[in-house]
């Protein structure tokens, strides 16, 4: 390289170029800014007062009183409902994620392994309109389904195998698995159709059996999109309100719903932010732990 | 050779996942198209067939308040879209195009936070710190802010994967030829991540026109809209009238998939172009 390709800028004494980059940098700060502060008003300063008022007494119309401090609501967290609230919204966050991941892996794949491009295409779209569709919508037409005249009672009816579930647990994972798979297919078809074929094929010549060289290339390097996908299906599942409170019954209440009750019916703000601050750092401990699983592969 | 997409499978295989692949969007389409045709069926039951109709659609729009919601939600979804798409877009700009600047680190980690942060627990947030720390009643205004508050991330996201991808010689080219930086980004920047400004736009629409959380937490009395009125109907009495006004959501979802199919093509394209 010559001193003519060079930037004209690396002629200049090093005083100027330290202003010059001072100057850069203080454009970068004055590009943010708008966001920033937007962001410290609506986000960082509301995140830090709610996790201050689920230490405060409650008023007796429920909203927080500031500075009576109290640790009733985070110990009211251990008492048996709450707890089993907490549990079943875990389980069935965990379950559909599980579920989503089986059906939606063979789904990818073979949407990712189809010859041509017009088809792959193809079939993307058809799963990107129900990933782009109203998440309320596609939760009602299952309320139909499931109730006294749907389609599927009468298959069931018909069958002799089940009943009317409408209101119950398995219609809420039914709803929960219908409106999270295609978060969990489009990272996952993104994942396997960018992988280096090259290296399965390599496996193959090596004499790996189709299984073997499955799971010891395709799976570990589809790893990314598995990642991605648990994430955005396991986050919505735990905080879901619209799926069990229109398919599920007084029995099935999860999180999402437990938490909009406190500061409606309920009338108890500071548990209802207890509450919050506590499913906010249940989806922050599985995130990290995924991540660490998953290593730095994200 | 080519890299072949996939490898050989045994044809059972094959056909095994083209099954499974068809059952799946079976399962995926089947619900929706049950739900439109019922919106057509002339009997107040859902579920039971009573002959073609239009008189729940004609029902839907002579609904004064459901025209009311639906009319507050594009408002709503239209102002929301805009002020996020300048903060998200400025916000890529500033973390992608400037290399060190005051407080970058913790910026990065706040323009984040909302697109991880679980919906409910964003909505009890704002509606404490709207109603018990700022003097502001609950509105329309406050739902807007609540909206921009979790779809500018990510369209901060969408944008900033768009810049990461294109290299700024053109930028470079362009000031090197003595354009000032204003013009440079109005020339060149911005129409070469117009594809992703527009993607995340598109996407901050879709999610302003499709939140119940946020929304049922920060409204003010007597301003909803169009999804929280519809759960508040489902919650009562299941009516085709609903299946009405759901088709006519789905139809909005589904131009909004189309017009962003439309600038993902448009970007490949012009990706495209730059490889050339």
């Known amino acids: ?296 592969t994200l | 050779m080519s890299v072949q997409q996939g490898t050989a499978h045994r044809p059972w295989v094959d056909r095994l996942l083209t099954i499974n692949g068809w059952l799946i969007f079976g399962f995926l389409y089947l619900p929706i198209f049950i739900l439109v045709i019922y919106s057509f069926s002339d009997s107040k039951i859902v579920g039971i067939w009573g002959g073609f109709t239009w008189k729940w659609y004609g029902r839907m729009f002579g609904n004064p308040e459901m025209m009311g919601a639906l009319s507050n939600s594009i408002k709503v979804a239209i102002i929301s879209t805009v002020i996020a798409t300048i903060l998200g877009t400025t916000a890529a700009l500033a973390l992608d195009r400037y290399r060190k600047w005051l407080g970058k680190g913790a910026f990065d980690v706040i323009m984040y936070m909302p697109v991880i942060i679980p919906e409910v627990t964003m909505g009890a947030m704002l509606l404490i710190w709207f109603t018990q720390v700022l003097p502001i009643n609950l509105s329309i205004w406050t739902i807007i802010l609540g909206h921009i508050a979790f779809s500018a991330s990510f369209v901060a996201i969408i944008v900033r994967a768009r810049l990461a991808n294109l290299d700024d010689s053109l930028e470079e080219a362009a000031r090197d030829l003595y354009a000032n930086r204003w013009t440079t980004f109005r020339r060149v920047t911005l129409p070469l991540i117009m594809p992703g400004v527009m993607g995340g736009a598109l996407l901050a629409l879709t999610l302003s026109l499709d939140d119940v959380i946020i929304t049922e937490f920060v409204q003010g009395p007597g301003a909803s809209l169009l999804p929280v009125y519809v759960f508040g109907l489902i919650k009562r009495q299941v009516t085709p009238e609903i299946n009405a006004v759901s088709t006519l959501m789905l139809g909005i979802s589904m131009v909004l998939v189309f017009v962003s199919l439309g600038f993902q093509a448009r970007s490949r394209s012009s990706e495209g172009n730059k490889e050339e």
């Open chain 1, 1 to 296: 390289m010559t001193m003519l390709d060079d930037h004209p800028s690396e002629e200049a004494s090093p005083e100027l170029e330290k202003k010059a980059e001072r100057a850069e940098s203080w454009r970068g700060f004055f590009t943010a800014l708008p966001t920033y502060v937007f962001l410290i008003i609506f986000f960082v300063l509301p995140l830090i007062i709610i996790t201050v008022i689920s230490f405060t007494e409650r008023s007796r119309t429920g909203k927080p009183v500031l500075g009576e401090w109290t640790l009733e609501w985070w110990i009211k967290l251990g008492d048996p409902l709450v707890r089993t609230v907490g549990f079943r919204s875990v389980w069935l966050a965990f379950l559909n994620t599980a579920f989503s991941l089986l059906l939606g892996y063979p789904f990818a794949y073979w949407i990712a392994t189809r010859k041509s491009a017009i088809m792959r295409n193809f079939l993307l779209v058809l799963v990107l309109i129900p990933f782009w569709s109203n998440f309320l919508v596609r939760t009602y037409a299952w309320r139909t389904l499931l109730d006294s005249n749907g389609l599927i009672t009468s298959i069931g009816e018909w069958t002799g195998l089940w009943g009317k579930m409408l209101f119950t647990e398995p219609a809420v994972f039914l709803g929960l698995l219908y409106g999270y798979l295609p978060f969990m297919v489009l990272p996952l078809y993104a994942a396997i159709e960018h992988l280096d074929w090259n290296l399965v094929e390599a496996a193959r010549d090596l004499y790996a059996g189709a299984w073997k060289a499955f799971r010891k290339v395709t799976l570990p390097l589809s790893m990314p999109g598995i990642i991605a996908g648990s994430i955005l299906v396991f986050i919505p599942s735990l905080g879901a309100y619209v799926t069990p409170d229109l398919l599920g019954g007084a029995k099935t209440t999860l999180l999402g719903n437990y938490i909009v009750t406190q500061f409606k019916s309920g009338r108890n703000w500071p548990f209802g932010a207890t509450l919050s601050v506590t499913i906010l750092a249940l989806m922050m401990i599985a995130t990290i732990i995924y991540f660490r699983k998953g290593g730095k």
